[in-house]
Antibody, heavy 115, light 109 residues
């Protein structure tokens, strides 16, 4: 059973960079494709981007200029970087498996953008 | 990518059936047969309930079923139980992208 765990700072200042890591257990990065999703307070889910087991990426067009998703194979982790954050980036961030549908999800981590 | 459209709320009494709709476009829901549905209890990880329009993962009760007609997908919960009260999200794959609905809060009266 694959398990995912997000980690990273819970508070980020405006204009700075949000960085989160998703640790994979019970499986290997190279077994699946992976995604990041977020949920702003009181709103629905938003797909941020995908990283394929090949290492290639695809990003939400609305965030593409600010987002990077990368992998650390040695640690069986993948990461999210979101630059120039504003209050609108405050959300619960989830990592999950699967590009077409997602069987496995992390519990989510709340990131607040505030000075 | 535009979000899929879901009703903000739905409700039913125990034992009843309720259907939640999810409307997309010809570029996502209608064009790809990769609509999925997720149950989300606040503070917990979303749970996959339906994949590929109407496939139930192992362990999901057969009270949950999915269907699709044109641009609209639907999730039906039959024989409502108290534990079904949650937020439900639809999602569609579209040309290497994913799009989600705004979510529907299901209340069991």
């Amino acid at each position: 059973q694959v398990q995912l765990q997000e980690s990273g700072p819970g508070l980020v200042k405006p204009s700075e960079t949000l960085s989160l890591t998703c640790s994979i257990s019970g499986g290997s990065f190279s077994d699946y494709n992976w995604i990041w999703i977020r949920q702003p307070p009181g709103r629905g889910l938003e797909w941020i981007g995908s990283i394929f087991k090949s290492g290639s990426n695809n990003y939400n067009a609305s965030l593409k200029s600010r987002v990077t998703i990368s992998v650390d194979m040695s640690r069986n982790q993948f990461s999210l970087r979101l630059t120039s954050v504003t209050a609108a980036d405050t959300a619960v961030y989830y990592c999950a498996e699967g590009v077409r549908w997602s069987d496995y999800w992390g519990q989510g981590t709340l990131v607040t953008v505030s000075s | 990518q535009s979000a899929l459209t879901q009703p903000p709320s739905a409700s039913g009494s125990p034992g009843q059936s309720v259907t939640i709709s999810c409307t997309g476009t010809s570029s996502d829901v209608a064009d790809y047969k990769f609509v999925s549905w997720y149950q989300h209890h606040p503070g917990k990880a979303p749970k996959l309930m339906i994949s590929e329009v109407n496939k139930r993962p192992s362990g999901v009760p057969d009270r949950f079923s999915g269907s699709q007609s044109g641009n609209t997908a639907s999730l039906t919960v039959s024989g409502l139980q108290a534990e079904d009260e949650a937020d439900y999200y639809c999602s569609s794959y579209s040309d290497n992208n994913r799009v989600f609905g705004g979510g529907t809060k299901l209340t069991v009266l």
